[in-house]
């Protein structure tokens, strides 16, 4: 049997990728990768020349079945995602788990992840949380909201920056304004900014300075 390792890569900075990760995709006989045309340019940087392979959600379950087959064939094969842990609201889960049921052997190298920093530098409770990724943009999101209204627990999304005013506005209406919100947005970038306060103040500071970049937003839980 061959081994699948899920290999994190920097959402900003290249200085956070490691060195067991940099080892691990070049003794890889396959990289999957969620872009190879943005893998590349990070393989490229560390001088990694191994084979590439498209693994994202438009075609993960057409080729996971070749994928198995060459595991089992043997070979060590890597998971990358254009940024960040795959798995984490990107492709991976799918092989991970054919993997666990096939008897293959899975390693998650520690790394970089989006929601982490953004959490600790909020401000907020971080001792307990619940991530919820990306919310749907039109059917079942409500209903998400709405099962929410409740959570005591810190909240973690991801949001696009052209969606951001609109979903801080939701938030508001149904959490109230008065809620506490930190919105980081360029994680490990040069124009990385962590915007705190309540949802009110926040939807006023985006409202007048247009959001631009990866954005993770970090809601407070309703007080017990």
Do not use: W
């Not at 994190?8 to 067991?20: A, F, H, K, Q, S």
């Not at 749907?136 to 991801?158: D, V």
């Amino acid at each position: 049997m061959g081994k699948l390792y899920v290999v994190p890569t920097p959402v900003g900075n290249l200085e956070d990728m490691t060195l067991r990760a940099i080892r691990v995709l070049k003794e890889a006989d396959l990289v999957l990768a969620e872009d190879t045309r943005t893998s590349g340019v990070l393989l490229k940087h560390f001088e990694i020349k191994n084979a590439m392979q498209s693994y994202h959600k438009f075609n993960e379950h057409q080729v996971l079945d070749s994928i198995i087959q060459r595991l089992k064939a043997g070979e060590t094969i890597a998971l990358v995602s254009d940024a960040g842990t795959p798995g984490i609201s990107d492709p991976g889960f799918l092989v991970v788990r054919e993997c666990v049921r096939n008897g293959i052997e899975v390693q998650c190298l520690p790394g970089a992840t989006a929601f982490v920093p953004a959490l600790v530098a909020s401000g907020l409770p971080d001792e307990r949380f619940c991530f919820e990724g990306f919310l749907p943009q039109k059917k079942g999101r409500m209903t998400r909201l709405n099962a929410l209204a409740e959570e005591t627990r810190t909240m973690i999304f991801y949001e696009s920056p052209y969606r951001l005013v609109k979903t801080l506005v939701q938030f508001a209406a149904l959490f109230g304004g008065e809620r506490k919100v930190s919105v980081c947005r360029e994680i490990s970038k040069i124009h990385e900014e962590s915007v705190r306060g309540t949802l009110d103040e926040v939807i006023a500071h985006f409202t007048e300075s247009e959001p631009k970049g990866e954005i993770v937003i970090v809601l407070a839980g309703k007080e017990n």
